[in-house]
């Protein structure tokens, strides 16, 4: 699947989304819509990948025996996001350099 990697695209999607379709899935379907279910999980992880961007950002150019257990911790942390979710290339830079360093 193709995934957005603007959380300003995201956010007004499931916003019309519940306007539009809300009245209607509690009608017919109890559950909450796959595709709904989905963006939900892309745009936390597009937060959180911001984030961890930050993170990798601030603790690079820091001596790595005063940040060795954050930059790890940060690290994993990315991995642990789903791997279909579009980097940008500053991002898999950051990620690259965060690795070279540990």
Known sequence: PRYSRDIAEIHPALE??????GPYVSLFCPM?????????AV???LR???QLEG???RLLPADIDATFDQLAS???RERALSPQLPRTAAQ???LADGVAKL
């Open 16 to 21: 019309s989304h519940a306007e539009l379709l």
């Open 32 to 40: 909450e819509m796959r595709e709904a279910r989905e963006a939900k």
């Open 43 to 45: 745009l936390r992880e």
């Open 48 to 50: 959180t990948l911001e």
């Open 55 to 57: 993170e990798l950002a």
């Open 74 to 76: 940060t690290l994993e």
């Open 92 to 94: 898999r830079q950051l």
